[in-house]
């Protein structure tokens, strides 16, 4: 017998199902199967405007956009390998890649408009859209294709019809094998760190280098905060550099990791936050403008490569394959909130507080028996899964106001299972 879904009593349905659903799964543990393919994930980007995660990964050259509110699944293979960087603007998705290339694709098409490159264009791992979102910068490693070259690239692309207006052969001399840098745009200037330790200003409109300052550090990744008027930049050595708009006056630096510090970000909605991660694994949240160390998280064994939020949610993601989920809400104190994996053509959500999951394909995920630590097969796991797997967990996870509770009823998503 189906439950009555429109009974006026709410909050009794909604604890009626949630203790069914409890009571089903004591004893039981839902895991994703060690056999499902991991391509770990290179860079989450958040677009708000469409409420969207878009995520590409490190070893496959699928970017894949997963609607938050309807928990659809789209991706596209643009590129010829990895994708290391990704923005979305003006319902467009640009990309970076391995391969030398940037691609500008439509958000609900998803159809490619401009294939952004050069023959002397080598590996691409970062992209920055100007101010006023009429260009974008690529940041490029042309040794790739020369070797006699001594420094990285940046190009200026116009985005209305791909053209490409300066090109920027950095200063300095590598300093290491592996390559690193990245760069961002601010108040017209062009704010550029390098693995040679160079940190050049570059004036948006005519190219022209306004200032450059040597580091003594292989210069990986760089923030901007426009509240503080500050620029963070980091590197290989794991040390957090904060300088004035001018990259000359070091107002503050901190051994912030053990390794490098992969990416450096600004809370959106709280700007007195700033998030580093790194290859040591380690994610750490820290108050602007003293740089003071809020809280530090072992995510991970394995390198960390990118760190995205939606709301007061934080998502990390690198080479182990999970995207791990923090609520950040309440500083210190943060709390995991759940895993989630997306691989191929689906994806799965783990939720860390109950035991419960949604996945896009449960042959994904298998059950095990607490007791004796036994996976289960069975019919009863096969009727499990298919009760328990529960859309509604992932979409309140991400609301940012809590929707009518029976919404989810009349949108074919909640009691999904029990109405199959």
Sequence with gaps: MLPDIFNT?????????????????????????????????????????????????????????????????????????????????????????????????????????LRLTEKEMGRCPWTAISPASDFVYSYSYDSDKNPALTSNTVRKWRLS?????????????????????????????????SDTGNFDIYDCNTGILLSEFYYHDHLQCICISHNFNLIAIAGTEGNIYLCDL??????????????????????PERPE????????????????????????????????????????LLMTGGEDGDIRIFDIKTLPGIKLKGKLMISGDS????????????????SR???RRIVDGIIINDQFAEYLLNTTCDFKDFKDLFCSERNDPLSFLTENKGFYQITQ
């Design 161 to 193: 019809d791909g053209k490409l207006e300066k090109s920027l052969p950095l200063s300095g001399i590598h300093l290491s094998i592996r390559r690193c840098g990245s760069c961002e745009g601010y108040d017209n200037r062009l704010y550029v760190v």
């Design 9 to 113: 009593n709410q909050e009794f349905v909604l604890s009626r199902k949630k203790t069914f659903a409890g009571m089903l799964c004591e004893g039981y543990h839902f895991e994703i199967k060690n056999e499902i393919s991991n391509s770990g994930h290179r860079y989450i980007f958040y677009y708000k405007a469409e409420h969207s995660l878009i995520i590409s990964h490190i070893y496959s050259n699928r970017v894949h956009v997963l609607n938050l509110e309807t928990g659809k699944l789209r991706w596209f293979d643009h590129h010829g390998t990895t994708v290391r960087s990704v923005l979305a603007s003006n319902n467009e998705i640009v990309t970076a890649s391995w391969d030398g290339t940037v691609c500008v694709t439509g958000f609900e098409s998803l159809e490619l408009r």
């Design 347 to 362: 994806y799965t959500f783990l939720n860390a507080e109950l035991n419960s999951f949604y996945t896009s394909d449960l």
């Design 246 to 267: 001018s990259g000359q006056t070091i107002l503050q630096k901190r051994k912030a990791h053990m390794f490098d510090i992969s990416q450096l970000y600004i809370h």
């Design 273 to 312: 936050i700033m998030i580093s991660i790194s290859f040591d694994g380690e994610l750490k949240l820290w108050k602007l403008p003293e740089l003071e160390l809020l809280e530090s998280v072992e995510v991970s064994k394995d390198r960390l490569w990118t760190v995205s939020i939606v709301n007061d």
């Design 365 to 367: 995920i298998q059950v």
